[in-house]
């Protein structure tokens, strides 16, 4: 059963060449974001999926040491980052970090990497959902006066906020079901359109936020920082381990390598740019927020910017503008999300892990469509019925357990291949990769025992699929590429 489970794919002689440059292939994604396209894509990923959301999830838990839980997030995703940053420009294909472990450590721990990655980006993509349904719901009450009935906004098990329970005052989420969807069909008009649309929205998103900081520190208050740290480093511990699913958005910039101009220069400026950004708003808006409001006012707000601004500025016309910006904008992140997930159902599909109808590129958007709509069909389930608290966690350890894998590839790209070109180095090697590796392991320890459960069942659930379906289509794959050019055809 496991006899090709650490079999490597064959390291491309030129990463620059290794995918199908020809635009009208059914099976290769054309070169067309440029490096402003995709330093956005990795800002407008990351920055709606923390500060709109996160500080309900996490200021409980650290108080205002929030603050120092984004830093030591952001210390750990920037560690990632550089070792992202020297593989993905040695290998400057879609899938990843799926992509990375299959030529360093083999076919079987690829399908578990793949594994989380689908995980990360189809439940970061159902928990913005989810995020975005409550700024809906705050922006129609503030401009009406009624809210939509929690009947058709809020999960079943919506109350239980310790782990899965049922007991919820909803049935679906239907605005997080309508936003899953709105974001597949504007995917399926193409890479490059979806990439101009995340930038508008991206810019619009960075305006709304410092305009958010402006306005709440007019109103700061230092007593709300004391006591900074009322549970101790545990609680900044714990908070960062949730937190770190903020960052997912960085992992967007590698996946869409395949389809970047010039990927061994743009990428590693993508992700270091995009990063410093996402770090230094990220710091603002948890410094001016608690500044604004007291901890305990935190708790159980799933719109919490939106009534700090409101609170503070007694003006209404500002919380709607606030809300109106995070309708707005928290779009881009679904969207990408969705973006992300469909590449590595096209890496894999590529590799023979999965369906050959998942890796099929439509020819005129360039889009790979049934991965797009596979992607959205995984999430919408997510997104409509499962709690927000549930999805952040299970986003972090997806996104951890791959960075983690990432700092491992590295490492061995470095041992397997001592003699590639010269490109992106991270400094101080080997520390910075043992630096990340031991980061990452710190931050999984503090995840809650309910998202060790069902992470658990999932690498289970994949370790059933590549046994039964993903190791003998990567075994025909390996046939078919070694047939002679001429016998293909046939």
Known sequence: MFAHFFQKKTFPSSPTTCVNSNPSSQTGLPRRLTLWQLMLMGVGSTLGTGIFFAMAETVPLAGPGVVLSFLLAALTAGLTALCYAEVSTALPV???SYTFTYVTMGEGIAVLVGACLILEWGIAGAAVAVGW??????????????DIPALWRESPFQ??????????????????LLLVWLCALLLLRGSRESAKLNAALTVTKLVVLLLFVAMSLRVFNRVHFEPFMPHGFEGVGSAAAIIFFSFVGLDAVVNASEEVIN???NIPIAMM????????????VAFSSLGAQPPEAFVGNGAALT?????????RISGVLLAVGAVVSIFSVTLVSLFGQARIYFAMARDGMMPAGLKRVDPHTFCPRRGTLLSAAVVSPLAAFLPSHVLWGLVSMGTLVVFLAVAIALMLLRHQQPDRAPGFRVPAYPLTPLASMAACLYLITNLSVTVYVIFAVWIALALLFYAVYARHGAARERLIQKKPQGNIAT
């Open 307 to 315: 009534t700090i601004l409101h609170q503070a500025t007694g003006s």
């Open 273 to 284: 740019l995009a990063l410093l950004i996402v770090t230094v708003v990220y710091v603002l």
């Open 159 to 176: 109350k239980n906020v310790s782990g899965l329970a049922w007991g919820g005052d909803g049935a679906v989420n239907l605005p997080a």
């Open 263 to 265: 990927p061994q220069r």
């Open 133 to 146: 349904s409550s700024y809906l719901n705050e922006l129609i009450g503030l401009v009406t006066g009624h």
């Open 94 to 96: 879609s899938g990843s």
